[in-house]
């Protein structure tokens, strides 16, 4: 994915205290942390650029630890995905992930994310980069449109593969027609003018009774990101 480096190259590697070795690995300690924001994930990010320059004529394996932690968000837990990408597949780092993440309506996406294959005993390298960028199964559905193909038929097929996709739930057809508008607007404006890549990525939560009506609710999350030098 295009300028995906940013996210390390233009935040800090400060000395950090959450940074030690342990056991052959270079342990990033985040569990004093229950809620991630911006914020944390700014400190996530220092701290990894901590480890690689401190340890970068070898190649160490890194863990991020976490106990009960909570993204506040969806961009938050993607932006985490691409820098966990960048590291295993541009720098060639292996890495893991010790979490237990809890879920909420805006966040319940972390269920189907790929780091989900690095929190586990034997981490998932190939299948994380594979997920990373393409990924249709049950509520989540994961794209990244290249800039070179806004103007070619890629758009067109997206289009067809979001609404195969929205027809899995009961959405009314008005609104999924206006959902899959406003999704390639975001993608192909972005996309444009940061002249750059763009990941998508929606996930459609179980359903939620309102505790005043009743009524059963489904929450709908999406993110479009992309990354680029221009301040647009």
């Known amino acids: 994915m295009k300028n995906i480096d940013l996210l390390l190259k ?4 400060i000395l950090n205290r959450r940074v030690y070795f342990q056991k052959n690995k270079i342990i990033i300690d985040f569990r004093s942390i229950d809620c991630i924001d911006g914020e944390v994930l700014k400190l ?7 480890a690689i320059n401190k340890y970068r004529d070898i ?9 009960d932690a909570q993204f506040k968000d969806k961009l938050t837990y993607i932006c ?8 295993i597949k541009i720098l060639n780092i292996k890495i893991s992930i ?20 690095l929190n586990t005993k034997f981490p998932q390298k190939s299948k994380y ?15 990244i449109v290249k800039n070179s193909e806004i103007t070619t038929p890629r758009i067109s097929i997206l289009m067809q593969e979001i609404s195969t996709f929205l027809k899995f739930f009961d959405f009314e057809e008005n609104y999924s027609s206006d959902i899959i ?5 975001l993608v192909t404006n972005g996309a444009s003018h940061s002249e750059s890549d763009c990941l ?33």
């Open 181 to 185: 508008e406003t999704i390639i607007e």
């Open 10 to 13: 233009e935040n800090a590697h």
């Open 44 to 50: 996530i990010i220092n701290s990894f650029n901590y």
């Open 129 to 143: 980069i594979e997920k990373f960028k393409n990924d249709i199964f049950k509520n989540h559905f994961r794209a």
């Open 80 to 87: 985490l995905e691409c820098v966990c990408y960048y590291i």
């Open 59 to 67: 190649k160490i394996p890194i863990m991020l630890m976490f106990e």
């Open 98 to 117: 010790s979490a237990n993440f809890v879920q909420t309506i805006t966040s319940e996406g972390i269920s189907s994310s790929p780091l989900l294959l």
């Open 200 to 232: 998508l990525d929606i996930d459609i939560t179980n359903q939620y009774i309102h505790k005043e009506n009743g009524k059963k609710y489904r929450g709908l999350n999406i993110c479009v990101l992309d990354f680029s030098t221009k301040k647009l």
